[in-house]
């Protein structure tokens, strides 16, 4: 299973900046067992 999340932030020495972030999960009996998150700062 994956998603996408976009998320606004700021942090200390970068400013205010927009992340987008894909998940990805792994699933097994209903429940998450494995994550994996892939992100640019663009």
Same mark, same amino acid.
């Given at each position: 299973?994956?998603?996408? +999340?976009?998320?606004?932030?700021?942090? /200390? *020495?970068?400013?205010?900046?927009?992340?987008?972030?894909?998940?990805?999960? *792994?699933?097994?009996? *209903? /429940?998450?067992?494995?994550? +994996?998150?892939?992100?640019?700062?663009?």
């Amino acid at each position: 299973m994956s998603a996408e +999340q976009i998320a606004n932030a700021t942090m /200390k *020495g970068r400013g205010r900046v927009s992340m987008r972030e894909i998940c990805v999960y *792994g699933v097994r009996d *209903g /429940k998450i067992f494995r994550e +994996q998150f892939f992100y640019d700062l663009g």
